[in-house]
Structure formats: structure tokens, C-alpha cells
């Protein structure tokens, strides 16, 4: 075997530091945006990291007691933002609230996706402006 599993880690740290690399030139964030989001991947994002406060439906969990409440991702008032403005809403999230920054745990494109998931909790009710 000339292939040793050190070399392989090697190899894999120098493809992931590339990685980075790329995804450092902020190209990422605009080609995704452009694209729109995957509201199907979205919805698995939703589901594991937002339900638990924005609800199933996307109006908030009964019984949680927040100051402030969880936004109604499906009101007019939510829905009617634009793109940029949401998508920094969760990137950055909102200070002194429970709505955290989930730059640290969802890359650009996976909150693109959750975004054009949470477009769709507006168009259920036919809020769409
Ligand atoms: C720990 C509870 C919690 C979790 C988890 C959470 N949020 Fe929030 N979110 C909040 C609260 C509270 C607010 C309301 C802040 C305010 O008063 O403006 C909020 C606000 C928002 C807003 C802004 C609405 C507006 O007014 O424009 C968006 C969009 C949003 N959340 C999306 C998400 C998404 C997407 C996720 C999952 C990645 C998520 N939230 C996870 C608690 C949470």
C-alpha cells in the first residue's frame, strides 16, 4: 500500500481548505440567490431548527412563552419583505430576541433554501403580496 491514511488526510485537508477558499470570494450567496432556493431541502431545515419556536405552520408553537414571540412567518407583515431583508434576518438573526444568527450553523444556500421554504407557509394562506 503507497497510499498511507496520512496521506489521505492530507489530501483531504488541502480539498477542504480549497473549499473554503471558494466559498470565502462570496460568489456562493449571489449564485444562490439567483438560483432561488430548494424549498424541498428547506422544508428538512425548517423541520430540524425552526419548528420548535415558528410551529408547524409557521405561526408560532403554542405554549412557548417568548418575549418576543416567535415572528408568524405567514403574515403579511413577514411575507411582504423582501428576499435580501429575510435572508439577513436569519443570517444575522435579531438581537435581543430568541431569533439567533444561523450563520454559524447553516451555510448561505441552506438558509436561501429555508427562505424559499418559508415563502411557501405564506402562499399556503394566499398572502403572497
Ligand atoms: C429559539 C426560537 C427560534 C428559533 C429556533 C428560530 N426562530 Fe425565527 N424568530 C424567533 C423570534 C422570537 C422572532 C421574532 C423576533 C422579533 O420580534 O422580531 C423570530 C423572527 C424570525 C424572522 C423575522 C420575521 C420578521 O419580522 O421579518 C424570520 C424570517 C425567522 N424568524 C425565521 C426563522 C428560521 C428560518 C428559523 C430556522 C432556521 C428560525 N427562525 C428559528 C425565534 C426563533
Known sequence: MRITGRRVLVFIVLASALGLGFSNLGMKEIAASEKGGDPVSGREIYVNTCIRC?????????????????????????????????FRRIHEGKPNTAMGAWKHSLSDEEIWDVLAYVRTLGVERGEQP
Do not use: M
Open 54 to 86: 415558528h410551529g408547524i405552520d409557521g405561526k408560532g408553537t403554542l405554549g412557548i412563552k417568548l418575549v418576543p414571540p416567535p415572528a408568524d412567518l405567514t403574515s403579511l407583515t413577514v411575507q411582504s419583505r423582501l428576499d435580501g431583508t429575510l
